[in-house]
Every structure is written in C-alpha cells, then in structure tokens.
C-alpha cells in the first residue's frame, strides 16, 4: 500500500502587530543582555529569526528601537502600579503589595527589570526625559493613594504625600537589589515592613498580609 505522506502545515503567517511584538520581546531580551548602547538590530533578527531589513522596516533608526524598548518597559511597570493601587484598600497594604509585585519582577520578568535598571542611571538626553516622564507617573500615582488614605482616616501627617511616594519609589530598586543578591525572604519583609511603616506611620495586617506577616514573625522570631 502506498504510504500516505502527511503535509507540513505552514505556519500562519504572523499579522503586523503580531510581528511588531514579537520583535519588541526579542528586542527587551537583547537589550538586557547587552544594554541601552551595546543592543543592535542583527542580535534581535536572530533572536527573532527574521532578516535584518525585516527589524529595519518596524524600527527604522537605533534611537527609534531604544525608544520603542523604553516606552514598552515604562508601559508594564506603569501598569502595574495603576492595577494595585486602583484598588480601594487601605494604603499600607496597597503600598506593601505595590513594593512586593516590584520586586518580584526580578524572577517573573527579568529582562524588564534589567532593562529598567540601566535606564534609572542613564542620564544621557536621548533617554533621561523618558524616564523622568515614567517616574513621576509613577510618584504620582503612589501620592494620590497615600493622600486619599490620609484624608479619610485623618491623619495628621502631611497630606501633600508627594515626599513619601518618593521614598517609596526610590526604594524599590534597593528591593530589586536585595533579590538580586538573593538576601532571605525575611530579611526584605523586614525591609518593606519598616519602609510602610516610616512613611505611613503604621502597617495594618488584613488578612491578604496575614500569609506574608507569619512568615516573617516566624522567620524573625
């Protein structure tokens, strides 16, 4: 009997959006391997196993594709920070989950984080602005959950809370350095224990925190 020859299915091919993404994942891999600068549009071809003049057509100039890398980073850590603190929950606990989920990304989305890291300390025109653009949408929105925290409990700490979002902010990255050297669980809990606790005045131990605050009581204990 004849063997019957099974036809490869061809792949569909990838709409422009679809590609435009999967190029942008290829790229923030690229340049967490290899930085702002060292990021070049071959290494993302074959990361992405496409032409070079395919990476050309969706990101025509390197300025073009750093910006593009840049403003993908600001867009998921923006995210995140507007998704937690959208939630009407007390400030303590919504600041605690806000520092936790940022420093969390260092294993969930490494490339992100790398990315992020290097641009925090890049002061060079062509990417400083951006990041001051993303970091004060971000102070921002810590502020505003902070001062509407102060205003329906009556707190007499200042009410403008710009201050203290910037500490908590700044701070994230003193987390990420602490995962990244792999300093115990309990030890970073400590941490952003103290870091609510020195900006808000208190820490309020509802029962999502409950999990996180055993394990550090025993820990320490």
Same mark, same amino acid.
């Given at each position: 009997?004849? #063997?019957?020859?099974? #036809? ?21 891999? *690229? ?9 070049? &549009? ?6 992405? #196993?496409? =032409? ?9 100039? &390197? ?9 993908e980073v600001a867009r998921f850590f923006t995210e995140m920070a507007e998704t937690i603190h959208d939630q009407h929950r007390p400030a303590p606990e919504i600041i605690l989950e806000h520092t936790r989920a940022f420093a969390d990304t260092v294993?969930? &989305? ?9 641009? =925090? ?5 062509? *990417? ?7 970091? !004060? #949408? ?21 009410? @403008?809370?710009? @201050? @203290? ?14 995962? *990244?050297?792999?300093?115990?669980? =309990? ?14 005045? !208190? ?6 925190? !409950?999990? &996180?605050?055993? !394990?550090?009581?025993?820990? *320490?204990?």
């Amino acid at each position: 009997m004849p #063997k019957t020859i099974a #036809k490869r299915r061809r792949a569909r091919p990838l709409e422009r959006p679809e590609r435009r993404t999967l190029l942008l994942e290829c790229a923030i891999r *690229v340049f967490a391997r290899r930085g702002l600068g060292g990021a070049r &549009h071959s290494e993302i071809a074959r990361e992405a #196993k496409v =032409s070079v003049p395919t990476v050309f057509c969706y990101f025509p100039t &390197h300025e073009a594709l750093v910006r593009e890398v840049l403003e993908e980073v600001a867009r998921f850590f923006t995210e995140m920070a507007e998704t937690i603190h959208d939630q009407h929950r007390p400030a303590p606990e919504i600041i605690l989950e806000h520092t936790r989920a940022f420093a969390d990304t260092v294993a969930t &989305h490494p490339d992100y984080t790398r990315v992020l890291l290097e641009w =925090s300390t890049a002061l060079r025109d062509e *990417v400083w602005p951006l990041y001051l653009q993303f970091q !004060e #949408k971000v102070i921002a929105t810590i502020a505003r959950t902070i001062r509407r925290w102060r205003m329906e409990t009556g707190s007499q700490r200042d009410p @403008d809370a710009e @201050d @203290d979002a910037r500490v908590i902010a700044a701070t994230g990255y003193v987390l990420v350095q602490m995962k *990244v050297a792999n300093m115990p669980s =309990s030890r970073i809990e400590r941490f952003v224990q103290t870091l609510v606790r020195d900006t808000l005045g !208190e820490v309020r131990a509802s029962a999502q925190n !409950e999990a &996180h605050l055993t !394990e550090f009581n025993v820990a *320490v204990g």
